[in-house]
């Protein structure tokens, strides 16, 4: 089975603190993705990762930045955390970019106060 | 990708079919039909995704009507377990395997 985790479930931290949000798959994928979930807009893309040190751009990057220094590896960083970033945040992966399943992590509940 | 229409919320008896219907009248010809499921605290599933055939995996049953313009999933014995947000998604293959979740169908079933 496809394993996504993701370093923690639930995080709170201040405003203005740097966070780094860290995601594992074990499966070889070569894309990941980051995405946050709030009530009411549903998931949206932030960013996601085709290759080792690549990155793109989703719908909503403002705010974060991502790295991607090896392949199983997909970090999400708030450089400085605001609180309208706090929601849940979810990690996904999938094979290849004509692949039809995304493996989803278990998300990151967030917290910025 | 084409915009789909779900009801927000369903209700469903515990074994008894759960058929959860979405609307995509604007759907392109090389765009799929997917479906997957978020179960409280937890990440989505992916469950099924069809062309225009009807689909069948051990989870559930895909059947696209031959227009394309609609689509139901059906989970033929639902549980309590099945109790999860239900999203329909249509997407081309070649679109980057980005997918955009809407609201989704809150499906609730009862014992």
């Known amino acids: 089975d496809v394993k996504v985790t993701q370093s923690s479930r639930y995080l709170v931290k201040r405003t203005g603190e740097k966070v780094f949000l860290e995601c594992v798959q074990d499966m070889d994928h070569e894309n990941m993705f980051w995405y946050r979930q709030d009530p009411g807009l549903g998931l949206r893309l932030i960013y996601f990762s085709y290759d080792v040190k690549m990155k793109e751009k989703g719908d909503i990057p403002e705010g974060y930045s991502v790295s991607r220094e090896k392949k199983e590896r997909f970090s999400l960083i708030l450089e400085s955390a605001s609180t309208n970033q706090t929601s849940m945040y979810l990690c996904?992966?999938?094979?290849?970019?004509?692949?039809?399943?995304?493996?989803f992590g278990p998300g990151t509940r967030l917290t910025v106060t | 990708d084409a915009k789909t229409t779900q009801p927000p919320s369903m209700d469903c008896a515990e074994g008894r079919a759960a058929n959860l219907p979405c609307n995509h009248s604007?759907?392109?010809?090389?765009?799929?039909v997917y479906w997957y499921r978020q179960i409280h605290s937890q990440g989505p599933q992916y469950i099924i995704h069809?062309?225009?055939n009807n689909e069948t995996n051990e989870m559930a049953s895909l059947i696209i009507t031959e227009d394309r313009k609609s689509s139901t999933l059906i989970l033929p014995h639902a549980t309590l377990r099945d109790t999860a947000v239900y999203y329909c998604?249509?997407?081309?293959?070649?679109?980057?395997?980005?997918?955009?979740f809407g609201g989704g169908t809150r499906l609730m079933v009862k014992p």
């Open positions: 996904a992966s999938s094979l290849s970019k004509v692949s039809y399943e995304q493996y």
């Open positions: 069809g062309l225009k």
């Open positions: 998604i249509v997407r081309a293959n070649n679109a980057g395997n980005m997918l955009t």
């Open positions: 604007t759907i392109s010809g090389n765009e799929y």
